[in-house]
């Protein structure tokens, strides 16, 4: 079985299909996909459904032959051990992770993003997992001031971490950045000294080519995530074939990247791409975990009860949906 690599994803969501209740009213722009969908469901998570979660979405990551997962982590209610909750589902399993929490100021402004980044440093300097590595994380550029990305930068150099972070998903988060007196975000976090080399960036649907390439030569890599692009229709990213440096992720969809590749061609071809493109990228996967595993540890497979992780998710989920209702309200 081939070892896929998925370069971006958000384990916290794995029961979402498993009844998560849709969003009234419905939301009609990305910014209200965010408000209405995911930052209520993050806000709800604690450990016990983060736990839940991860080790779902692990176990379904393994059985799709993913056994590398870049995670990007967001529990606003539980941040400080998060992320040691994911990075023991992934030992556990014997799947390879860079995990991060995805500070953010959106809730509770400078100190929340403070408590994030402070997640991310203990995790790097505490962690002995062998298959798990620490990023630093940042939401977007949108949800944090200038004076936490700077502080992202200093930590990243502080520990040789990279940087993991969306970047111009959407058109708002380069209208934010003008806003700030920058050309775009990624023209922000190099100014803010947070592109260090190494960096992934998810998305990158609003750069120009030259902005793609500017990113490229620092070191960066991008991450295009097909389905949830798609399904958010934020729009494509064409400027990402100014690099090699593109991989595929998920970004929350369950780690299949045999389906992830297919959609990506899919909408690859409706924009004049051929599908060497989707493929490539699919197996760059490979050379962006070894910036982060340059020797691939022994892993041990064990095999998930994956019948028992899906009943143990039916019976958290409504605990969960409880918590999201109380959180959106
Ligand atoms: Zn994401």
């Known amino acids: 079985m081939p070892a896929f690599v998925n370069a971006h994803t958000h384990i916290y969501s794995a029961l979402a299909p498993y009844g998560m209740p849709p969003p009234a009213p419905p939301p009609a722009t990305f910014l209200e996909i965010l408000e209405r969908v995911w930052w209520p469901l993050d806000r709800a998570i604690d450990e016990r459904a983060l736990d839940v979660s991860?080790?779902?979405?692990?176990?379904?990551?393994?059985?799709?032959?993913?056994?590398?997962?870049?995670?990007?982590?967001?529990?606003?209610?539980?941040?400080?051990?998060?992320?040691?909750?994911?990075?023991?589902?992934?030992?556990?399993?014997?799947?390879?992770?860079?995990?991060?929490?995805?500070?953010?100021?959106?809730?509770?402004?400078?100190?929340?993003?403070?408590?994030?980044?402070?997640?991310?440093?203990?995790?790097?300097?505490?962690?002995?997992?062998?298959?798990?590595r620490g990023a630093v994380g940042l939401h977007a550029s949108f949800t944090v001031s200038d004076d936490t990305v700077r502080e992202a930068g200093d930590l990243c150099r502080d520990l040789g971490a990279v940087l993991h972070v969306h970047m111009a998903e959407d058109a708002a988060d380069v209208e934010d950045a003008r806003a700030r007196g920058y050309a775009g975000p990624l023209e922000r976090l190099i100014a803010l000294g947070a592109l260090v080399p190494g960096s992934i960036l998810a998305h990158g649907v609003h750069l120009t080519r030259d902005e793609v390439t500017m990113a490229a030569d620092a070191g960066a890599w991008f991450v295009q995530n097909a389905r949830s692009n798609r399904g958010n229709r934020v729009g494509y990213p064409m400027a990402l074939t100014s690099t090699p440096r593109v991989a595929l992720g998920t970004d929350g969809y369950p780690a299949d990247m045999e389906?992830?590749?297919?959609?990506?061609?899919?909408?690859?071809?409706?924009?004049?791409?051929?599908?060497?493109?989707?493929?490539?990228?699919?197996?760059?996967?490979?050379?962006?975990?070894?910036?982060?595993?340059?020797?691939?540890?022994?892993?041990?497979?064990?095999?998930?009860?994956?019948?028992?992780?899906?009943?143990?998710?039916?019976?958290?989920?409504?605990r969960l949906w409880a918590r999201l209702r109380e959180a959106s309200s």
Not at 93 to 111: K, P, S
């Open 54 to 132: 991860a080790r779902l979405y692990v176990a379904e990551s393994l059985l799709a032959g993913t056994t590398v997962l870049v995670d990007h982590h967001e529990s606003p209610n539980f941040i400080e051990g998060s992320l040691d909750v994911i990075a023991d589902a992934c030992q556990a399993l014997g799947v390879r992770a860079l995990v991060c929490f995805g500070a953010t100021e959106r809730n509770g402004g400078r100190d929340e993003a403070r408590r994030g980044l402070d997640e991310c440093r203990r995790f790097i300097l505490a962690n002995r997992r062998p298959l798990v």
């Open 259 to 318: 389906t992830e590749a297919r959609v990506a061609a899919e909408t690859g071809a409706e924009h004049g791409e051929p599908p060497s493109v989707a493929r490539t990228r699919l197996e760059n996967g490979g050379a962006l975990a070894a910036t982060f595993f340059p020797v691939t540890p022994p892993a041990d497979l064990p095999l998930p009860d994956i019948d028992a992780l899906r009943a143990e998710a039916r019976r958290e989920a409504p």
